[in-house]
């Protein structure tokens, strides 16, 4: 220890330059670091520890408060300082003095400053603000040191609010002719791309110009950003992938400097981030995949070298081979590879092997049945984390045939199991296990009952709640029903009747419900009984106060007539007077309903649990009363981080710089500027040099002498009526949480009996015929999300075609192709360019694409589109806003469906209304699916086509949509239930906005079946931007001031202008206006403010100024996200023109 602490000192004066004396490489015995340091490796506890550091931390107090410390001491306090805070003690009086350094010491105690700060302060910190100033001066600094401290600071702490004050200085330094100055600057947008990637959208054509720089430190920072965009957006980045590929062939080439070399190898870490991008880029797209087949080869026949870090570019090139379109030569080569992990004696690559065969085994399952008597003997590892990844690889390949001698092992882990995370992710996936393939009732009441004991108050919430509603609903067998709450009903009476208190809390809770609700099925079993079980267990000392109130509302409902009426008196008695105001209020209900039988059979009925309740989130009921009370005078609500703001504007901060010219978006940041827009005018004025007004006229006033005074404090000043209060906008329901929805019945498998054998081999092997079990053939895997034909156990009712419940887990469970097993093991598109709803599909080459890339486009289809399944109608319909014009010429083709034209089919009355381009959306056997939107001033409506191509008819269709971001509801007699042979069925949707993102995606079902053979169904997504509910907002200048004041959700951003030979601001908002449907309610002078609504009334404003050659604009509402994602659009809209 003591070597430790001498070369830590040693090396301290170098780093930090505590000692300005040329050739000193030691800490002076008199330096006061060096003895702070050399007394807390001297101390034998803990309490000594916090006196000396009390006794160091008042003399650096003192000393950084004394106005004779220069700034050298000053620099050794600091350093101190951060020496306490590291060890865990506040010093916070410090943190002041650490942004004073920064600001006025030399480089070297600027250097000190900012790391001082960098460790001292978070984003968040209001002292940031006082560093904003300094990060500006010093980026605009000759001397190199400062400009690349300040680039430090900026890419680590810099708060989200202050980019747009420092956005074109970082800027500028992508041309600097330094690459280290040029890398900085790179990694503090990649920064900014993460906290706000609204900010740096435009100048996304200079990351391109970094991935090609000559220096490939700057090159390799850039692809840190380059893989956040491609992770959101891979179909906008394809035209990229020549350039990755030839980057990771000049690296594996050895073609970089020896610099970047680790342990012989070129560039390691670059190779994993180039193959994680081409493994995004490939997936799902053939012609892509192509391009990189020759690297990958490469790359794996390099990386052959027995080292840690060959090992890590040898998995992440398995994972890239799994992902994009496969190729046989490299699928043999990748699966040596995971072979050789997997049979090493080594702990690690037996680890790395186990996770590399659990990512890809759900495309090759016979790869686990090569190395099944591996896998067995990983079962008995003695390292728990490759038990762990073990049994991953066990439930990634679970079905119904090996279902239970998979959970066994999962319980036999569980129950030796001292890890709480490791607890509760086993005990998620053994309830998955067991809802999906249990293969008969008491083996699921049992598992059930085994996963609860296990995971105890730990576990998840979901899981007894889902037990519950599944108990709830019931199936679609009445006889299904009652025999498993029965068994439920007789399984929890028995642990009662046992030791009751070694069962968790959770688990009581679950018991007395199901008691509660069902214990009247067994006749012989009186309520009396059952009502003095659940009394003893309000007698326990370990029973909470939670687990209380559930047995006392059990008891409710089983008091009947006079049963039990005995014991309900005694507990209500005794919990009348509980401090606990719900046991309290559970114990008037035991009361008062076991007294009156006729009132507590109208209040809780049997065999209600199952009906549905209806959830006015809303809170409609209450209008009347606000109504009332505004008219009173009352004041509106307000939410709670507006009245904060309100609270805060006496003592808010001023972010206006001192002596330095901030963005126009910047000099209006002020948390006081809640007034209106006009404020962004008022200190335009100011964002000018301070100097260059002092020149003019030798005055610094404003000169606004003949200016027309259109804005002020109060909102617009023009003479206007008394207007009537603005109408409440309301804000979107919160989402619902979907309910489960399972697949088809169906007789279960029955699994194997183990024979047990004194032989250990022999027994091993038995194990393997059960563990791998239906793997010899890829259409009897179960892929974990995805579907197979062996049939469910458990079949939950439908709610209806058009329920939420029923989309969610049924598109989670239906049959995928072969080429997109591992879609949902990478990050999904969050911001796809390429929308569904906007493909043009007239082209036959792209069609071609989209057929080899299976679901490049929609995410979720999955069948196979061949060019019989594109049907649209010409490119030349298409409009300005991406519309078909109303009543587009047929062009059916007579020789067959091929060429139908479905705009034909749309509704009498929508057929008149501009809508987008018919797209394909699935196809499979006879079936085609399309779908459009249809554009109303009031609503949007998605119209779905359903063309049947075969001889038969098509019966019992069921199309189910659902979506996270939008409300779907079925348009009054449009739900379709059959297809006529040749003809095409409509069904209608009416869209509305919940959750505002900037594009929604619709995901659907539609489950159908032939007069002969067995029921299909097919998945698939459509998605749209969000500015296709846009619509204009008319309003006047006086209503437009009224309601900039009642908004609290913003967003500020400077935008590009667009000059096509007239007036710039105009222009610009002429175009935005086209694109976006917006309405300019006014332009005055410089500036114009515009308004728009989404649909269902929910309104959004913006206010525009012209300010440095560029549009800053500010948006406002009163629904979140919003502004962000209009601006978004805003942005795409003229970056494109």
């Known amino acids: 220890m003591s070597d430790v602490v001498e070369k830590t000192l040693t090396a301290l004066p170098s780093l930090l330059s505590l000692d300005s004396q040329p050739g000193s490489t030691k800490l002076s015995s008199t330096s006061k670091l060096g003895t702070l340091i050399r007394g807390i490796t001297e101390l034998t506890s803990k309490h000594e520890e916090e006196k000396l550091i009390q006794r160091e931390l008042t003399s ?128 503090a947008l990649y920064k900014f791309y993460l906290i706000a990637p609204n900010q740096v959208q435009h100048i996304h054509n200079k990351f391109r110009k970094a991935l090609c720089d000559k220096d490939p430190g700057v090159m390799t920072a850039s692809l840190h950003i380059y893989l956040q965009m491609i992770q959101e957006n891979p179909e906008g980045y394809k035209d990229l992938t020549t350039s990755f590929v030839t980057i990771l062939k000049q690296v594996v080439g050895g073609k970089l400097p020896m610099d970047f070399n680790y342990h012989s190898v070129p560039a390691p870490w670059l190779q994993i981030q180039l193959l994680r991008i081409l493994s995004l880029l490939g997936k799902n797209d053939q012609s892509t995949s192509e391009i ?28 890239c081979i799994y992902t994009i379109h496969p190729k046989s030569e490299l699928l043999e080569k990748a699966a040596k590879c995971i072979g050789n992990f997997v049979l090493s004696p080594k702990i690690n690559l037996k680890y790395l092997g186990l996770k590399a065969l659990t990512y890809v085994v759900q495309q090759d399952p016979k790869l686990a049945l090569q190395h099944q008597m591996t896998i067995i003997e990983c079962l008995d590892h003695p390292d728990l984390i490759i038990k762990r990844e073990t049994l991953e690889l066990l439930f990634r390949i679970t079905n119904a045939q090996n279902v239970t001698v998979i959970v066994e092992k999962m319980l036999e882990f569980l129950r030796i199991n001292k890890d709480d995370y490791t607890t509760i992710d086993l005990v998620g996936k053994v309830a998955e296990l067991a809802e999906k393939y249990a293969p008969d009732n008491e083996w699921f009441i049992e598992t059930m009952n085994t996963v609860f004991s296990l995971g105890g108050d730990m576990m998840q919430p979901d899981i007894p709640n889902s037990f519950l509603k599944l108990l709830s609903e019931g199936f679609d067998s009445v006889e299904e029903d009652r025999k498993l709450r029965l068994f439920a009903v007789d399984s929890y009476v028995s642990l009662l009747q046992g030791e009751p208190g070694k069962l968790p809390q959770r688990f009581l809770q679950v018991i007395s419900w199901v008691l509660g609700e069902y214990s009247y099925l067994r006749k012989e079993l009186e309520a009396a009984t059952v009502l003095k079980l659940l009394a003893k267990l309000l007698d326990m ?95 509106p609500y307000k939410p709670q981080h507006q009245r904060q703001e309100e609270l805060a504007q006496a003592k808010a901060l001023s972010l206006e710089p001192y002596g330095l010219s901030l963005p126009i978006s910047m000099s209006s940041c002020s948390i006081a500027d809640r007034q209106s827009p006009t404020l962004l005018s008022i200190s335009s004025g100011l964002s000018g040099d301070s100097t260059e007004l002092s020149h003019k006229g030798g005055s610094t006033s404003l000169k606004l002498d003949g200016v027309k005074r259109v804005w002020g404090r109060e909102g617009y000043l023009a003479q206007r009526e008394p207007v009537e209060e603005c109408a409440h906008v309301e804000v979107p329901s919160p989402l ?137 109608s010409s490119p030349s319909l298409i409009g300005d806003k991406g519309l078909v014009d109303a009543d587009p010429g047929s062009h059916e083709d007579p020789d067959g469906p091929k060429d139908l034209c479905l705009s034909s089919h749309l509704p009498a009355e929508l057929s008149g209304l501009s809508h987008s381009e018919i797209t394909p959306l699935c196809s499979k056997q006879s079936l085609d699916l399309s779908a459009c939107h249809v554009h109303k001033d009031d609503f949007l409506v998605l119209v779905v086509f359903i063309y049947n191509s075969s001889d038969s008819d098509i019966q019992q269709i069921i199309l189910e949509l659902d979506s996270d971001e939008l409300e779907v509801s079925c348009v009054c007699d449009s739900r379709v239930q059959e297809a006529r042979s040749h003809s095409v069925a409509v069904c209608q949707y009416f869209l509305t906005v919940k959750r505002p993102s900037v594009h929604v995606e619709v995901v659907g079902i539609v489950s159908y079946q032939f007069p002969v053979g067995t029921p299909q169904s097919v998945q698939f997504s459509y998605k749209l931007p969000l500015t296709s509910f846009i619509r204009p907002l008319t309003l006047t200048t006086e209503e437009y001031g009224t309601m900039w004041l009642d908004f609290s959700h913003d967003t500020k951003q400077n935008l590009t202008l667009i000059s096509d030979g007239q007036e710039p601001l105009a222009a610009t908002l002429n175009m935005l206006e086209k694109k976006l449907q917006l309405h300019v309610v006014e332009v005055i002078g410089m500036e114009g403010i515009v308004a728009c609504r989404l649909l269902q009334d929910q309104p959004c404003l913006m206010h525009c100024r012209l300010h440095a050659g560029t549009l800053a604009v500010w948006l406002r509402s009163p629904v979140p996200d919003l502004p962000d994602c209009l601006m978004y659009h805003c942005q795409r809209v003229l970056q494109e023109h």
């Not at 072969?818 to 036959?844: F, G, M």
Request: aromatic share 4%.
């Open 60 to 187: 650096i107090k003192e000393q950084v408060s004394s106005p004779n410390t220069s700034m050298r001491q000053m620099k050794e306090l600091m350093v101190r300082a951060i020496y306490c805070e590291m060890l865990g003690y506040e010093a916070s009086f410090s943190y002041i003095h650490a942004i004073k350094l920064a600001q006025q010491g030399t480089a070297l105690e600027k250097r000190v400053g900012y790391l001082a700060v960098s460790l001292f302060l978070n984003e968040s910190h209001e002292l940031l603000l006082l560093l904003v100033n300094t990060v500006l001066k010093d980026l605009q600094s000759t001397n190199l040191i400062e400009v690349c401290m300040a680039l430090t600071v900026v890419s680590q702490i810099f708060p989200k609010d202050m980019i747009p004050a420092i956005l074109p200085l970082v800027e500028e330094k992508l041309n600097h002719p330094k690459e280290i100055i040029r890398r900085k600057a790179v990694l």
């Open 292 to 319: 990189m087949y020759e690297v990958l080869d490469e790359s794996l026949r390099r990386a052959e070298m027995n080292h840690n870090i060959t090992y890590a570019i040898l998995y992440e090139c398995v994972k």
């Open 736 to 872: 619902r949480s979907p309910n489960h929805q399972g697949e088809a019945d169906g007789s279960p498998s029955q699994t194997p009996t183990l024979t047990p054998t004194p032989e250990p081999e022999q027994e091993k092997r038995q194990l393997a015929s059960s563990l791998f079990v239906g793997l010899s053939s890829q259409s009897s895997l179960c892929l974990m999300g995805k579907s197979e034909p062996t049939p469910q156990r458990f079949r939950r009712k439908a709610k209806g075609p058009a329920s939420s419940s029923a989309a969610s887990e049924q598109i989670s469970n239906s049959l995928v192709s072969t080429l997109s097993t591992v879609d949902n093991l990478l990050c999904n598109n969050l911001l796809d360019s390429n929308i569904t709803s906007e493909l043009d599909v007239s082209s036959l080459e792209q069609t071609s694409q989209l057929a080899h890339g299976l679901t490049a486009a929609n995410g979720h289809c999955d069948v196979e589109l061949t060019d019989s399944d594109i049907k649209g």
């Open 541 to 635: 000392k370990n029973t909470s106060s939670e687990t209380k109130s559930w047995v006392l509302m059990a008891m409710t409902k089983l008091c009947e007539g006079r049963t039990g009426l005995s014991v309900a008196q005694e507990v209500s008695e005794t919990y009348s007077s509980s401090l606990d105001t719900v046991l309290r209020q559970r114990a008037q209900e035991l009361q008062h309903l076991s007294q009156e039988w006729e009132l507590q059979a109208r209040v809780l009925p049997r065999d209600a649990g199952h009906e549905p309740l209806e959830v006015d989130s809303s809170l409609s009921f209450l209008d009347g009363f606000v109504s009332e009370a505004l008219a009173a005078g009352a004041a």
